[in-house]
């Protein structure tokens, strides 16, 4: 469920020592130096940055951090979901890359997450995702963003993403529906879970389960925007004639066939037709429809479940 992530290992040797150490297996390494200004004369701050695949690595004097998606850098991408046996091989394979115990190093960011494959495609079913309490809402057209300043929760639709990044889709991803919830913990995550968090933490059960907690309770929060229009049986749609009977079964059931009857008792009324079977045939022919079977579920409801078969199968 981890994705991205910010790790910070805090130098106790000789930094020099440790850079030939740490830069021995990453690429593109690039050095940075400046100088400041103090009152006791000046300093020399020297930053050395590098890649170790899709993670980017920066020494200081007194610190080397690693950030980047931990899921990429072990799939190769982020449409497969992060297990906790799955971070502890990531966090392993870090520290003998860099030669560093990255079980020791701070958490300063986290993001949980994973993909829902969906029934219709994601972006149908943000505009039932309504307020959450403390948190702005800001709605574009392929993603819903909740925003406070030390966290932040997103949903998007990730094929459009990956396609738009240029990420090459495993097969069996092609040709499905994803919607990805995504928390960001960006600030504060010993605060967020009220624990001294480190790299070893990430893989310990009680830290994974808060971490759930958290992304379960805040979806759980979210006010759900309920259908308030006609309901249609998408998956039976295959053609213009299938929608026109649908829409006319939906709009019929909403009518109801008390109404109905009541237009078709004014249409006779008034003589619209000629001959009385007409009426007789439509009277017919609505209750049928009237009669059937719609799913009632509202298309939220399909998200809903699926958050709880992520949550209560971790």
Not at 130 to 151: H, T, V
Not at 171 to 186: A, S, T
Request: a positive charge.
């Amino acid at each position: 469920m981890y994705d991205t992530v910010y790790l910070n290992y805090t130098i106790t040797e000789n930094p020099s020592t440790i850079s030939e150490r740490v830069f021995l297996n990453t690429d593109n390494i690039k050095v940075t130096e400046s100088v400041s200004e103090l009152h006791s004369g000046h300093k020399l701050d020297r930053w050395t940055r590098g890649e170790l695949n899709n993670l980017k690595v920066t020494m200081t004097s007194n610190t080397v951090s690693v950030k980047g998606s931990i899921c990429k850098y072990h799939f190769g991408n982020n449409l497969y979901t992060l297990s906790m046996k799955d971070t502890k091989e990531v966090i392993h394979s870090i520290s003998d890359s860099l030669g560093l115990n990255m079980n020791k190093a701070s958490v300063s960011r986290v993001d949980w997450s994973t993909n829902l494959s969906t029934t219709l495609p994601p972006t149908l079913y943000m505009p039932k995702l309504g307020d959450l309490s403390r948190f702005n809402r800001l709605e574009n057209p392929n993603s819903i963003y909740y925003n406070q300043s030390a966290k932040r929760l997103l949903f998007y639709d990730k094929m459009i993403e990956a396609k738009k990044k240029k990420v090459e889709i495993p097969e069996e991803f092609i040709g499905q529906n994803l919607l990805r919830y995504e928390m960001v913990l960006n600030s504060k995550v010993n605060k967020h879970l009220n624990s001294d968090v480190n790299g070893s933490s990430l893989y310990r059960e009680d830290i994974y389960k808060k971490m759930a907690d958290l992304w379960y309770s805040y979806y759980k929060d979210i006010n759900k925007i309920s259908d308030r229009g006609i309901k249609i049986k998408m998956e039976q749609i295959k053609t213009e004639r299938d929608f026109e009977r649908a829409l006319l079964t939906g709009l019929a059931q909403k009518l109801g066939i008390e109404e109905i009857n009541h237009l078709i008792k004014q249409m006779k009324s008034k003589g619209v037709f000629k001959h009385n079977e007409y009426y007789s045939r439509l009277r017919s022919k609505f209750k049928k429809l009237c009669k059937e079977d719609i799913n009632e579920n509202d298309i939220i409801s399909e998200i809903n479940k699926k958050i709880d078969e992520v949550y209560f199968n971790l």
